[in-house]
């Protein structure tokens, strides 16, 4: 099913570039959906996919296609062909599957059995099955959990978060979290695995044995990540009842990672952190991350004209504070963070933090 979704992706994508090649304008989302939806009528290999996953791929086109245009000129590129061997996924929404109870599944007319590493909680409101590098299949299941409830004040502390460039997160109470040591060993253990898949002849036995071996590296350090942040989420909101933190920035992840690693790293702790917050009743917020929270001295306001990359600390030259540059970050966002969600305006929590 998940060959055949990508053979279809593959077709929607020609037909994109020949629609636009012959009228020179964007094919429409429900135009494509209703041409390829007659198209699978007559293909028996298309079929393999329910109907409503077949929706869910020019949804997904027209997703990327909408955020080419809206970031054309950062030299973003429009949705290309995929490779149908490292295809990854389908979705079905309401139709096309069934839950049977215990771990059985049927999907299209075909029974599965699955392991359920959690019991399924609310409404489900779509299927995703997905493909790993190494060929596992997963089945992602989106619930709806029905309405929020408030925070619970149960420590009466709001604090700020600044992802730095030495330490991974640096907080508006002065302390710092580190990333762990075990980030930098693994990192070691997949350069070395990547050198010996690019040395293995292409298309031999050995390779795709190499490429395995490096995938499932990926895989561990991904998970032992994954392990940490769970954690980390949880000392975090049992600490403080609402965080603040910029939101993202993706250049400051990538030197902060390096690259393969960094990828979505900080965006993923960022989804287990507000899922976690939740869950306890805390909150996260995000500010604007065009907020000087750096140039900005957290102690009078006064915000400075630029600071180098390199400068970890500085005076202010209006109250002659001394700001370490993390750590001022962290209390601009808190502040900023507070005021944000109605706590007070800025300049007033500033007196009072600092007072
Ligand atoms: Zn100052």
């Not at 069934?98 to 599944?105: A, D, Q, Y």
């Not at 299941?141 to 420590?155: I, W």
């Not at 795709?208 to 990926?218: F, T």
Request: hydrophobic share 35%; charged share 25%.
């Amino acid at each position: 099913m998940i060959n055949a979704s990508g053979v279809i992706y593959n077709h929607c994508i020609a037909l994109h570039k020949r629609y636009y090649r012959m009228w020179g304008k964007h094919l429409s989302c429900a135009k494509l959906q209703s041409h390829v939806a007659k198209l699978r009528k007559r293909n028996r290999f298309w079929q393999t996919v329910g109907s409503q996953a077949v929706q869910d791929i020019c949804q997904r086109i027209e997703k990327a296609y909408q955020l080419f245009f809206k970031y054309n000129n950062t030299g973003a590129r429009p949705p290309g062909f995929k490779k149908v061997k490292k295809y990854k996924s389908f979705t079905l929404k309401q139709a096309g599957y069934k839950l049977l109870g215990g771990n059985r599944v049927k999907i299209g007319n075909k029974v599965y059995q699955f392991y359920q590493s959690r019991e399924i909680e609310g409404k489900i409101k779509n299927l995703t099955i997905k493909r790993t590098a190494l060929g596992e299949l997963f089945m992602v299941v989106v619930v709806d959990e029905g309405s929020s409830s408030q925070v619970k004040f149960t420590t009466g502390k709001i604090a700020g978060f600044d992802f730095g460039l030495k330490a991974f997160l640096s907080c508006s109470d002065g302390t710092k979290i580190e990333s762990p040591q075990f980030f930098k060993q693994s990192l070691n253990a997949i350069k070395k695995a990547s050198k010996q898949h690019s040395r293995k002849l292409k298309g031999s036995t050995n390779r795709e044995r190499a490429r395995k071996n490096l995938v499932r590296k990926y895989e561990d350090i991904s998970n032992r990540r994954r392990d940490w942040f769970w954690k980390l989420a949880h000392e975090l909101t049992d600490k403080f009842d609402v965080l603040c933190f910029e939101t993202l920035n993706l250049k400051g992840m990538q030197r902060l990672w390096g690259r393969k690693i960094s990828d979505l790293a900080l965006g993923e702790f960022l989804q287990i952190l507000e899922w976690v917050a939740k869950k306890k009743n805390k909150r996260v917020v995000f500010i604007d991350q065009w907020y000087p929270s750096s140039k900005t001295c957290s102690n009078c306001g006064y915000i400075l004209e630029s600071l180098d990359l390199s400068i970890r600390e500085w005076r202010c030259p209006k109250c002659q504070s001394v700001n370490a540059r993390d750590e001022n970050a962290a209390r601009n966002i808190q502040m900023v963070g507070a005021s944000s969600i109605g706590l007070g305006d800025v300049s007033r929590l500033r007196a009072a933090i600092t007072a």
